[in-house]
């Protein structure tokens, strides 16, 4: 059995940073590329960042670019998500999502395991 686990959610001011980690368990990690949607009520999953199995491709959505950073530990079987200048409208749930596959992807399909998410709330 694959497990993801979102940590690190919460509530924030507008302007502030939070860092949601990701740990995984059931496979080597490693091997996969990883990616963090979010999604809020009444909308679509949206996706934010991925990372190749080896960290060394990262691809970002225009909403998040500059903002938000993903990382990966594979020593630790974790992924990060460090989200910096929050703003109201990136509450969401949070999760992460990994395929069986080395290069990233955009798209919520491609991924074959989720995580249940883990809630942020940015005040105004």
């Known amino acids: 059995q694959v497990h993801l686990v979102e940590s690190g959610g919460g509530l924030v001011q507008a302007g502030g940073s939070l860092r949601v980690s990701c740990a995984a368990s059931?496979?080597?990690?490693?091997?996969?590329?990883m990616g963090w949607f979010r999604q809020a009520p009444g909308k679509d999953r949206e996706f934010l960042a991925a990372?190749?199995?080896?960290?060394?491709?990262?691809y970002y959505a225009d909403s998040v670019k500059g903002r938000f950073t993903i990382s990966r530990d594979n020593a630790k079987n974790t992924v990060y998500l460090q989200m910096n200048s929050l703003k109201p409208e990136d509450t969401a749930v949070y999760s992460c999502?990994?395929?069986?596959?080395?290069?990233?992807?955009?798209?919520?399909?491609?991924?074959?395991?989720w995580g249940q998410g883990t809630q942020v709330t940015v005040s105004s």
């Open positions: 999502a990994a395929r069986q596959n080395i290069v990233v992807a955009t798209r919520s399909y491609e991924y074959d395991y």
């Open positions: 059931g496979w080597t990690f490693g091997k996969n590329a």
């Open positions: 990372i190749s199995w080896g960290g060394g491709t990262t």
